[in-house]
């Protein structure tokens, strides 16, 4: 075989090769066209592409800036020059591209794409194939899913707010009749009020989670920092939680004590939340084990149970909001699965971390660390009070 005729073969060869690929690109869900030489002619444009762009216009051997004029004001031919001149492949995440076409009664388009330019044998760019989806119906279910969620959202702040008055006031008039019937000796009534203030306490807190977990939604959790030690707030707490709970004894081990510089209400809202949680989840059970100690630079609490446990997989997403492990014996107790996504909150505001270990039936461990030293820093505190 002689040159020429080893050349023709080889231009053949490589013609064979392009053709596949246009079959290939033409017959594609996706929108694909290629485009051409610095000027970038359309040499390909298959159906899906045709349909986005306007079936009417005659694009093959047109150049792009004549073909769709209205690309101009969208900075789309830019990016085609620069792809060719520097052989660098572009890619565009939820692009909205306007097209004036009454075709499709469309005109705004959010496409990802990528513009990949292709080159000879000698590595010359000869040409870029831009590939893109289609996404708009995507983005705007994605859209419309946000409002309905940030409406959902605003409903439960109002309601939250608004529910929070009137348990107040009821709080305050069983107390006031409490001490009344007190005063006649009637033992009967002092405890049925006394269980009704118990079921008020626990409605006040269902909605204070919801007010907050809303305020963090929205980034408005206000935090009040303060030096405050940090046995005086356990002990305080425990000492509280003991009185609800008749079947459970509290632990209680905790290192030397120090004093801290964070939000002591906060703090004491996420030992309550993980002391409330054991005692919930193991009514099987009467020991909860609470642990403090003290390194260096932190200090860390621990509240051990021997319940229900948690599965391994859902283990590191109870810090989710309003997530809740689901199974037979789950449903059965009473939350809305916000407290641990509140108490995470408050420690990673406080730089620190929440973590729990736990073995299904066996029982579990929620722990906090808190960086006594990085708080101080933070706050511009040079010494600690
Ligand atoms: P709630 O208890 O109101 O549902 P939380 O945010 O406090 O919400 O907890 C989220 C979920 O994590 C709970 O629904 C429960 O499934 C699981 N969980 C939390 N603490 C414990 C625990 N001590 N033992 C077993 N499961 C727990």
């Known amino acids: 075989m002689d040159d020429i005729t080893k050349h023709k073969k080889g231009e053949e060869r490589v013609e064979f090769e392009r053709q596949k690929l246009f079959n290939l690109f033409m017959n594609a869900p996706a ?36 073909a769709i004029p209205e690309l101009k004001e969208q900075g789309i031919f830019e990016i085609l020059d620069k792809v060719y001149k520097t052989g660098n492949p572009f890619i565009g995440k939820e692009m909205p591209i306007k097209l004036n076409t009454t075709e499709t009664g469309k005109t705004d388009t959010v496409l990802n794409f990528v513009f990949q330019p292709y080159s000879d044998s000698n590595g010359k760019v000869q040409g870029i194939i831009s590939y893109a989806s289609d996404i708009t119906s995507l983005v705007d279910k994605r859209k419309r899913i946000e409002e309905l969620s940030r409406q959902k959202d605003e409903f439960i702040a109002v309601a939250s707010h608004e529910l929070k008055t009137p348990v107040t006031s009821i709080k305050g008039y069983t107390q006031i009749l409490q001490m009344r019937f007190s005063q006649e000796g009637n033992t009967k009534a002092v405890e049925l009020l006394s269980r009704m203030d118990g079921q008020i306490n626990k409605l006040s807190k269902l909605i204070s989670d919801l007010l907050d977990a809303t305020k963090i939604e929205g980034g408005i959790l206000q935090f009040h920092e303060v030096f405050f030690d940090f046995n005086e707030l356990v002990m305080e707490i425990v000492e509280e939680m003991q009185q609800i709970t008749q079947r459970h004894t509290i ?135």
Do not use: W
């Not at 909860?288 to 859902?314: E, H, M, W, Y």
């Open 31 to 66: 929108l694909i066209c290629v485009l051409r030489g610095p000027e970038h002619i359309y040499e390909l444009a298959n159906k899906p592409y045709m349909q986005m762009v306007g079936s009417k216009r005659n694009l093959i051997g047109t150049q792009i800036r004549k």
């Open 251 to 385: 632990i209680v081990k905790v290192a030397l004590t120090t004093k801290i510089y964070g939000d002591r209400d906060r703090i004491g809202q996420v030992i309550t939340n993980f002391i409330s949680n054991a005692i919930k989840y193991s009514p099987n059970n009467d020991e909860i084990i609470l642990t403090t100690s003290k390194a260096k630079n932190t200090i860390s609490l621990c509240v051990q149970d021997f319940g229900i446990g948690i599965p391994k997989q859902n283990q590191d997403k109870v810090f989710d909001r309003f997530y809740r492990v689901s199974g037979d014996k789950e449903d059965t107790y009473p939350g809305l699965g916000l407290g641990l996504f509140i108490s995470s909150e408050i420690v990673k505001r406080h730089k620190g971390t929440i973590t729990v270990t736990s073995i299904k039936g066996k029982g579990s461990t929620f722990c906090f660390v808190l960086p006594v030293e990085n708080i101080v820093k933070n706050n511009n505190i040079s010494k600690l009070a």
